[in-house]
């Protein structure tokens, strides 16, 4: 048996031939290795699921949190955001009655916009010295974030819990990674469309445990949060002690990035947004073509993500304007785009066969049209669940087949901050998105809005259908 340069292996008499290329093995290490990658795939579905239900809670709390401390807040903060927030409201031309919802939107937007800064650095770190280290730091952080939570006398100290949060969600691109380093390309998709299942069902049954504290709240007085922080801590406990019993290291240290301090200077590059469109510290790792395909699919994410995120937040006006919706209501309109997310997730989108993850991305884009029109016109609560079935059945395509799709580039070393990148334009996205799409609603109202949001996402599909 010889070893040509290629990496092919070819037998005495040259009649048979096995390509080695990363991420894919012989029969032989195949069938040993496959227990191993299963059992990897599921333990991160379950840490994440757990993360998922910690994180998600707190949503329907936003409204009773705020109330809370605009009455008992001794930091002076709430009343310094609450000006801000206010001065926005009146420039989009919003009602006062929205000015919680708003406040709430921008407590979101710090969240993801700490996100973009730290998923990058955190995924370039994983690529040095391992995804398990990291994985558990991280997944650390978060809990100390919730015991501040427990904590927060003011809304300083909660801000501050915030904080520490969205700095320590590298967890989510690590998680992506990891699928990376434990798959190859012909099931690759299967472990995207798990972590696509953790967040449905993760937002799924979060925000209804969240909004039975929300209900049970209103009639507590004194620190009533720290019961629904409290339960969060104690998911976040459970998921470190998960982790670090179960969780393997799945990139070895031969596969690693051998330099630290050229890690530390990526991490740092990647603090400046225009070097996260670039994709700048792979550029040398991969042909032109390559490099301006994967750039493609970041620009594609980032404004898929930036109008979508928008539509969504103001899902809240439009639905409580045009039908009174109550709190309670709008929950149930998002429980059922999650069961629509999660069984498509589940029983479609990881069965998606290898090569067509980029078409299954351009279709979900294309459904997405009619569905905001719709949406945004719509005069009857069923024409509104139409809409958002179609919503939902787009939503559940296109990040994981994406995220899918740019898992592929970069050799294995370099997996973490392919992902890291790629989840932070989300992570910016979703931070500014709400900012655009409150403006376009109040300014436009919703049937233009979201008409000019659905036609806009055909931008990401004509550039999807560029790449060849």
């Excluded at 558990?136 to 501050?160: D, E, H, M, P, Q």
């Excluded at 998921?239 to 530390?264: G, Q």
């Amino acid at each position: 048996m010889a070893t040509l340069r290629s990496g092919r292996k070819v037998d005495a008499n040259e009649n048979k031939l096995v390509e080695d290329t990363p991420g894919t093995a012989t029969d032989d290490d195949n069938s040993k290795d496959k227990p191993s990658k299963d059992k990897t795939s599921i333990v991160i579905f379950i840490g994440l699921l757990i993360d998922l239900l910690a994180f998600t809670l707190i949503l329907p709390l936003f409204p009773a949190l705020i109330a809370h401390y605009r009455e008992k807040d001794d930091s002076g903060l709430f009343k310094f955001l609450e000006e801000k927030v206010d001065m926005f409201r009146v420039v989009v031309g919003a009602p006062s009655q929205f000015n919680t919802v708003l406040f709430g939107g921008f407590l979101g937007s710090i969240f993801s916009f700490l996100q973009f800064l730290a998923s990058p650095v955190i995924g370039g770190l994983s690529d040095r010295f391992g995804r398990r280290p990291l994985m558990i730091l991280t997944t650390i952080g978060i809990s100390i974030s919730y015991l501040l939570w427990v904590l927060s006398s003011n809304f300083a100290i909660f801000v501050l819990a915030r904080i520490i949060g969205g700095l320590s969600k590298g967890n989510v691109s690590l998680s992506t990674a990891i699928i990376t380093d434990v798959s190859t390309t012909a099931n690759r998709g299967k472990g995207m469309a798990l972590i696509g299942v953790a967040f449905s069902l993760g937002f799924l049954f979060g925000p209804m445990i969240g909004a039975a504290f929300s209900m049970w709240g209103r009639g507590q007085t004194g620190e009533w949060y720290m019961y629904p922080a409290c339960f969060a801590l104690i998911l976040s406990i459970v998921d470190v002690i998960y982790l670090v019993i179960f969780l393997k290291e799945s990139l070895p240290e031969s596969r690693r990035n051998t330099s630290t301090s050229a890690t530390l200077s990526q991490a740092y590059s990647y603090l400046q947004p225009l070097q996260l469109f670039r994709f700048a510290s792979i550029k040398d790792s991969l042909t032109q073509k390559e490099h301006q395909d994967l750039q493609q699919i970041g620009l594609a994410y980032f404004i898929y993500l930036f109008l979508y995120s928008g539509m969504e937040f103001t899902l809240t006006f439009l639905t409580h304007i045009r039908f009174d919706f109550t709190p309670m209501q709008q929950g149930r309109m998002f429980l059922f785009v999650g069961i629509v997310m999660a069984v498509l997730q589940g029983g479609f989108v990881r069965r998606i066969p290898q090569g067509k993850e980029k078409k299954a991305a351009m279709g979900g884009l294309l459904l997405i049209v009619p569905s905001f029109a719709i949406v945004g016109s719509c005069q009857t609560i069923p024409q509104l669940y139409l809409g958002l079935g179609l919503y939902a059945v787009s939503t559940a395509f296109v990040v994981p087949c994406l995220t899918t799709l740019v898992s592929q580039y970069g050799e294995h070393h370099q997996k973490g901050i392919v992902t890291g990148v790629f989840r932070s334009l989300g992570a910016l996205g979703r931070a500014i998105g709400p900012i655009f799409g409150s403006f376009l609603y109040w300014s436009l109202g919703p049937e233009l809005s979201y008409a000019l949001g659905g036609f806009g996402l055909l931008v990401p599909y004509a550039m999807l259908r560029s790449i060849k």
